[in-house]
């Protein structure tokens, strides 16, 4: 089996939102398969809607690497649960780094069907953004992207680092790396600087569906 460099930031994206949706299943008290599912489904979430969107079948249910590296992250978690817990701000860094590394391989795979660079910048954002949402809806949290949070903004930026270097003959590596490094990296500073997009108000922040909830 030939692996490229797309390949391995796969693998290694899958690990890290793996082990982020283990980390967080685990702290709501989920048994190993309820881990081990959320883990998977962190992983595959993203990329399963993008193939469904481009018309492809998802790429995990033709190779098992998938549930071998989900699997190694939740044994790596039980035996290392200790130490892992006592990093401050666990699942954040593995979050962020997935979140990165997805959108590079969104946006290569997207390039690689035949689709234009604008769509493969949206590609990339779903593959990014939409595991984590599927992560935090299993485990019934708000998902990140729906907390003010520069989160798929992130990624859509990192794209546009993409799609410039492309343009300017930039060499393939250093396209993913950068615009990989571009989404962890704004990311990071979104975090430490509390920056935040707006929130859309109403015009008398009223529940819009009050009056019909009072009519039921």
């Given amino acids: 089996m030939n692996i490229t460099f797309v390949?391995?930031?796969?693998?290694?994206?899958?690990?890290?939102?793996?082990?982020?949706?283990?980390?967080?299943?685990?702290?709501?008290?989920?048994?190993?398969?309820g881990a081990f599912i959320v883990g998977m489904a962190t992983a595959v979430g993203g990329g399963t809607l993008r193939d469904v969107m481009l018309g492809q079948s998802p790429f995990w249910m033709t190779r098992w690497i998938?549930?071998?590296i989900t699997g190694f992250a939740l044994l790596l978690f039980v035996f290392l649960r200790k130490q892992i817990n006592r990093v401050s701000n666990?699942?954040?860094?593995?979050?962020?780094?997935?979140?990165?590394?997805?959108?590079?391989?969104?946006?290569?795979?997207?390039?690689?069907?035949?689709?234009?660079l604008w769509t493969a910048n949206i590609m990339g954002m779903f593959t990014g953004a939409a595991g984590g949402v599927i992560r935090d809806i299993l485990?019934?949290?708000?998902?990140?992207?729906?907390?003010?949070?520069?989160?798929?903004?992130?990624?859509?930026?990192?794209?546009?680092?993409?799609?410039?270097g492309v343009l300017e003959g930039?060499?393939?590596?250093?396209?993913?790396?950068?615009?990989?490094?571009?989404?962890?990296?704004?990311?990071?500073?979104?975090?430490?600087?509390h920056w935040q997009l707006p929130i859309l108000h109403s015009s008398d922040d009223e529940d819009p569906y009050g009056e019909e909830n009072k009519q039921k």
């Fill in 66 to 68: 998938y549930f071998a």
């Fill in 90 to 116: 666990t699942i954040f860094l593995f979050d962020t780094i997935g979140l990165g590394l997805f959108t590079v391989v969104g946006i290569q795979k997207t390039l690689d069907a035949g689709f234009p």
């Fill in 170 to 193: 930039l060499p393939l590596e250093a396209c993913t790396i950068g615009c990989a490094m571009a989404v962890i990296i704004i990311r990071l500073l979104a975090v430490m600087f």
């Fill in 7 to 33: 390949d391995i930031i796969d693998y290694l994206g899958t690990f890290a939102f793996a082990l982020s949706g283990i980390r967080l299943a685990s702290a709501k008290k989920f048994d190993w398969f």
């Fill in 139 to 164: 485990i019934n949290e708000v998902p990140l992207i729906f907390r003010r949070d520069i989160y798929a903004l992130a990624c859509f930026a990192g794209g546009l680092f993409f799609s410039w």
